[in-house]
């Protein structure tokens, strides 16, 4: 099974700073399988990234995805107020799909 | 509107059986693979079972296989989870996913999500 590992675990901002988040693979993930997901309290998850750089519909060009093998990064250029959220990475290219434990972006 | 929505969650006695599902609307049902995944209480998000969009092909993780299994009727847009000999670490939110691509794929992104049925297992 592939472990993503996330860091930080928590990340503590302001608004209006640049956020950048880590995805880091135990073995090497096509670039084809690796998305972000945005949490926030009670709700579900909200696709951001697919295919490591893709931004889905509707999210703003705040967000943008990089990486490759076994390093992916989620960055949020300014953050705004409603940016402030759990983030995680997840990879499908190998049965079993697995997700990170999560980067919390906090104020 | 793109839309899934879970229900059949509660409260079940370790052992017991519990079937969720899944009925999705504003989109073709029968073009996409389908999921379930689950979230333990304060905890990250743990993939469960896939389908195909033609339901022939399923798979679960280790954790749930031989005690959860999915399915879909797509005459009736619906994908369900059949959870039998429940164990307390089944206590999660389940939500169902659609998987972003047309096609035959199990492996993509999950681009809508339902928001979620929550299932306890305690005596």
């Known amino acids: 099974e592939i472990v993503l590992t996330q860091s930080p675990g928590t990340l503590s901002l302001s608004p209006g700073e640049r956020a950048t988040l880590s995805c880091r693979a135990s073995q090497n993930v096509g670039s084809n399988y690796l998305a972000w997901y945005q949490q926030k309290p009670g709700q579900a998850p909200r696709l951001l990234i697919y295919k490591t750089s893709n931004r889905a519909t509707g999210i703003s060009d705040r967000f943008s995805g990089s990486g490759s093998g076994t390093d992916f990064t989620l960055t949020i250029s300014r953050l705004e107020a409603e940016d402030f959220a759990v983030y995680y990475c997840q990879q499908s290219d190998k049965s079993p799909q697995t997700f990170g434990q999560g980067t919390k972006v906090e104020i | 509107e793109v839309q899934l929505l879970e229900s059949g969650g509660g409260l079940v006695q370790p052992g017991g059986s519990l079937r969720l599902s899944c009925a999705a609307s504003?989109?073709?049902?029968?073009?996409?693979?389908m999921s379930w995944v689950r979230q333990a209480p304060g905890k990250g998000l743990e993939w469960v079972s896939s389908?195909?969009?033609?339901?022939?092909?399923?798979y679960h993780a280790d954790s749930v296989k031989g005690r959860l299994t999915i399915s879909r009727d797509n005459s009736k847009k619906t994908v369900s989870l059949q959870m039998n000999s429940l164990r307390a670490e089944d206590t999660a939110a389940y939500y169902c996913?659609?998987?972003?691509?047309?096609?035959?794929?199990?492996?993509?992104?999950?681009?809508?999500w339902g928001q979620g049925t929550r299932v306890t297992v305690s005596s």
């Open positions: 996913a659609k998987l972003r691509t047309v096609g035959t794929t199990l492996y993509d992104a999950f681009d809508i």
């Open positions: 504003g989109f073709i049902f029968s073009d996409y693979a």
């Open positions: 389908i195909s969009a033609n339901g022939v092909t399923t």
